[in-house]
């Protein structure tokens, strides 16, 4: 399986800002749609948000619409997830996925304190 790298979570205030990244092979990188996903203590996997290969299509969560941005650097083959105004509720572990080939990261834990 390719690997799929998150990074970027981290502890900070409600309020607060983080930049999730996920670093690819171009191989697969290139032209597939691409999503994040988090995982809540004792929920099912949710979708955050996607977007399309050719980045020109991006799809949020109702819970997180107007606060995230999903986007795409066909350079870096990097995928990124910019969260603004943070909320406890955002907490989570936070999935980098190519839903094609059913590949996913890791995971990087996204705490938001109170």
């Known amino acids: 399986q390719e690997q799929l790298v998150e990074s970027g979570g981290g502890l900070v205030q409600a309020g607060g800002s983080l930049r999730l990244s996920c670093a690819a092979s171009r191989r697969i990188f290139s032209g597939n749609t691409m999503a994040w996903y988090r995982q809540v203590s004792g929920k099912q996997r949710e979708l955050v948000a996607i977007?399309?290969?050719?980045?020109?299509?991006?799809r949020y969560a109702d819970s997180v619409k107007g606060r995230f941005s999903i986007s795409r650097d066909i350079y870096r083959n990097t995928l990124y997830l910019e969260m603004n105004n943070l909320k406890p509720e955002d907490t989570g572990v936070y999935y980098c996925?190519?839903?094609?080939?059913?590949?996913w990261g890791r995971g990087t834990q996204v705490t938001v304190s109170s």
């Open positions: 996925t190519l839903p094609k080939f059913d590949y």
């Open positions: 977007i399309t290969g050719g980045g020109n299509e991006r």
